[in-house]
């Protein structure tokens, strides 16, 4: 019996939860743990939760001290993050069987209240939901070379559907597009490098491997990846114009399998259905064996990023460019303890 069914017969959730009772604090911090895995830019981790015992609600909140400034000033990204944070912890309350319901931005007055999650009976989980959550602990962020690979025409249309429950839409890139996407993550890519602010950025958030584990956030050396030596691949560099010891380098595709997601409108309730959209695809992307990362350059600056639409086929702002594909999967970068990000109250 699937774990869902087997919940509704006994009447018990994980953590031995009753109609009417509180979770136990196991309960939530692993809930929180799931919603963590998610990935933030620079792995800066941009988050906190609250939950109140007596509602079983969970807050999820910004944590404006881990903004990235200097590509992110309107706090963009830093609601994507959360909103793939917010996508795992519906994921991770659906497998357990819990009806998670979710409101956006509840509190106008209280700009970091992004969310509220509340865990309800009777038993109705997202068992879509539900399916993806063992592919949170496995999607990793990856930085190497694949395939010269086409992803296959089911697979793209279940990646679209699946960014389409969220509210977002997923476009795959082909020909001239292609082409003049890339260009702009290159020129993008060039221009954070002479761009002292973006350094300053890379600099706080770039760790050697020993204090990435010591402190638990940021990108660290081995999830670098190799450099480029040839190819088209739209990654960032995280090393800039350093270079790291024993750092290999590798030839990447010339053709990359390229999406972008995009929203209807650019306000922040936008940004925070795109990050649950992104994590939606990621997770799925994951479970059918693609490996995943992102090129982000060209949708920090404003200038770059109304070009990056489709003048045909676009339909809204684009909130993130994706490479997905056959290869490598990306190595665990750390994460902060739960009880640094975790709050319970009553």
């Given at each position: 019996m699937g774990s869902l069914s087997a919940a509704r017969q006994s009447g018990f959730l994980e953590g031995g939860a009753m109609p009417g009772q509180p979770l136990d604090d196991k309960t939530v911090a692993s809930l929180i743990g799931d919603a963590i895995a998610a990935p933030s830019l620079h792995n800066a981790q941009p988050w906190r939760f609250r939950y109140f015992k007596e509602s079983r609600t969970f807050h999820v909140l910004a944590d404006r001290k881990r903004a990235v400034p200097h590509v992110d000033p309107q706090g963009r990204a830093l609601h994507?993050?959360?909103g793939a944070a917010l996508l795992n912890l519906r994921a991770s309350a659906a497998r357990a069987g819990w009806d998670a319901k979710t409101m956006l931005l509840p509190a106008p007055a209280d700009a970091d209240l992004l969310a509220?999650?509340?865990?309800?009976?009777?038993l109705r989980a997202d068992e879509g939901l539900a399916r993806l959550y063992p592919a949170i602990h496995s999607r990793h962020t990856s930085r190497f070379p694949f395939e010269e690979t086409?992803?296959?025409?089911?697979?793209?249309?279940a990646l679209q559907e699946a960014a389409a429950l969220e509210g977002a839409r997923v476009q795959f890139l082909s020909s001239a597009h292609l082409d003049t996407v890339l260009e702009l993550v290159e020129e993008g890519e060039s221009l954070d490098l002479w761009d002292p602010g973006v350094q300053e950025?890379?600099?706080r958030w770039t760790r050697t491997d020993a204090q990435a584990e010591a402190t638990g956030e940021g990108v660290p050396q081995y999830a670098f990846g190799p450099r480029k030596r040839s190819g088209r691949a739209a990654l960032r560099d995280f090393a800039g114009h350093g270079t790291v010891a024993g750092r290999d380098t590798a030839d990447f595709e010339t053709s990359p399998n390229l999406a972008l997601l995009s929203t209807a409108e650019d306000r922040p309730k936008d940004w925070l259905r795109a990050g649950?959209?992104?994590?939606?695809?990621l997770l799925l992307a994951t479970l059918e064996?693609?490996?995943?990362s992102f090129a982000t350059q060209p949708v920090e600056r404003s200038e770059l990023r109304w070009v990056l639409r489709d003048p045909v086929h676009g339909v809204g702002p684009v909130q993130m460019v994706l490479r997905l594909g056959y290869g490598p999967p990306g190595h665990a970068t750390p994460r902060r303890p739960v009880w640094e990000v975790l709050d319970i109250g009553v």
């Open positions: 994507i993050s959360c509220t999650v509340q865990l309800l009976f009777p086409d992803i296959p025409p089911a697979v793209r249309s950025d890379l600099a649950q959209a992104l994590e939606r695809v064996g693609l490996s995943s």
